[in-house]
């Protein structure tokens, strides 16, 4: 299959119609394939390297959204030794490493979410990705709480994909150092 940017309006609609454990090795393909794509790389990815250098957080540096929220493409830039909170979606998401090297970590939620703004997690493995390691891949809410950062001493860029939202806010944070959980409401 051939991955480009200039047909991915209409691909990446396809892949979000379908049900979640159809659309996410599907998402999953296409971006492993997109951050393969020469020209991907160079027009879209490359010229971010200049501007993560003087950036201090993260950052998300490109956004294509659809019109009506069915899909969301993001390139997300992270300065070395920048990460996320641990937190969660409200939709599926897929992620695949365009530069660089990330670390992903993944965790449980032991506890039954019963009780507001409490949260009690266990890590449950971490991953470092590359380009060449393919795509990883979250279910929404608790099936897919995760962290992402770049530990490394360079740069790194992902490029992510989320699915149609399942709920009215964007999401959850945790802070497992004291077991709690919020909503997330930006996007
Ligand atoms: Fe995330």
């Given amino acids: 299959m051939t991955t480009s940017l200039a047909n991915s309006p209409n691909v990446l609609r396809s892949i979000c119609e379908l049900p979640t454990e159809s659309a996410l090795p599907r998402a999953a393909r296409f971006l492993a394939d997109l951050v393969k ?8 990815i490359l010229p971010l390297l200049r501007e993560a250098r003087n950036a201090e957080g993260w950052y998300v540096a490109r956004r294509y959204d659809a019109h009506d929220g069915a899909y969301s493409l993001q390139v997300f830039v992270w300065p070395p030794g920048t990460g996320t909170m641990i937190h969660d979606h409200s939709s599926w998401g897929a992620y695949a490493c365009a530069l660089g090297t990330v670390l992903e970590e993944r965790y449980d939620r032991l506890d039954d979410g019963t009780i507001a703004e409490h ?27 995760h962290r992402v950062g770049n ?11 989320y699915g149609p939202r399942t709920e009215e806010v964007d999401g959850r944070d945790y802070d497992p150092s004291r077991d709690y959980v919020c909503d997330r409401t930006e996007g």
């Fill in 37 to 44: 794509e020469p020209a991907f790389l160079g027009s879209q």
């Fill in 119 to 145: 949260a009690r997690l266990r890590k449950a493995w971490q991953l470092l990705w590359s380009p060449e390691d393919g795509a990883s891949t979250v279910l929404p809410g608790d099936g897919g709480i």
């Fill in 151 to 161: 530990p490394g001493t360079t740069p790194a860029v992902s490029v992510h994909i």
